[in-house]
């Protein structure tokens, strides 16, 4: 059973678009969620984390529906830096506890 | 600054060596954590330290063998590692306790590590 499940992509789209992206969790007591972005080669990044409420940071929208246990994160007005592969990623517990990632799903902005 | 350091970057071992991956952060985190990431695919956790102390083993091979011997440094020791243990190690830290942003976790650059 998958934890965590992302669409792989990849998605391609022209740069000024909007894409957004899906994740759903299977763990309902999983309690805090985040988007990473990872570059190739590189390591994981924090993009985001993502706030029951739902929250925003410049052209980044992130939204989580506890009921669903659905995360989606929204890139408006796509650059081509934006170009890398965007994993959802949740944790279960409090205190110090592992992350469990989704596959990730790549971005290619095209010009 | 949300810095954490690995070294070395790269690392070519053979089945019979013994190597250690080192990291190390300042930032007061007390949770400091082991991934390992094969291409294409997610990091997957391996260890968890909590205030110096083992708090989580995902069924990690022995010939893995973490040691966090202060709340800034933690070692991941590799001994007669096999081909399939080729992989970017990943450190990560974080504060302890629950609420964002103390479980924000952040990522060293990674050790990449060649098995023969």
């Known amino acids: 059973r998958k934890e965590v499940e992302q669409d792989p992509g990849p998605f391609n789209v022209p740069e000024g678009a909007t894409v957004a992206f899906n994740c759903t969790y299977s763990?309902?007591?999983?309690?805090?969620f985040f988007w990473y972005r990872q570059d190739c080669r590189k390591e994981p990044k924090l993009l985001m984390s993502?706030?029951?409420s739902g929250n925003e940071d410049g052209r980044f929208t992130a939204q989580l529906n506890r009921a669903s246990q659905y995360i989606s994160l929204l890139i408006r007005d796509s650059k081509l830096s934006d170009s890398a592969t965007y994993l959802c990623?949740?944790?279960?517990?409090?205190?110090?506890?592992?992350?469990?990632f989704g596959k990730g799903t790549h971005l290619i902005i095209q010009p | 600054d949300t810095e954490v350091t690995q070294t070395p970057k790269h690392l070519v071992m053979g089945m019979t060596n013994k190597k250690s991956l080192k990291c190390e952060q300042h930032?007061?985190?007390?949770?400091m954590y082991w991934y390992k990431q094969k291409a294409k695919k997610p990091p997957e956790l391996m260890f968890v330290?909590?205030?110096?102390?083992?708090?989580i083993n995902e069924s990690v091979p022995s010939r893995f063998s973490p040691e966090c011997p202060n709340s800034s440094l933690l070692n991941l020791h590799l001994h007669a590692l096999q081909p399939e243990d080729s992989a970017l190690y990943l450190c990560?830290?974080?504060?302890?306790?629950?609420?964002?942003?103390?479980?924000?976790?952040?990522f060293g650059p990674g050790t990449r590590l060649l098995v023969l």
């Open positions: 990560a830290s974080s504060q302890v306790g629950t609420g964002l942003p103390k479980e924000t976790q952040y």
């Open positions: 763990n309902s007591a999983s309690q805090s």
């Open positions: 993502v706030y029951s």
């Open positions: 990623v949740v944790r279960s517990g409090g205190g110090a506890d592992g992350l469990t």
């Open positions: 930032m007061g985190h007390r949770a």
């Open positions: 330290y909590s205030y110096e102390k083992l708090s």
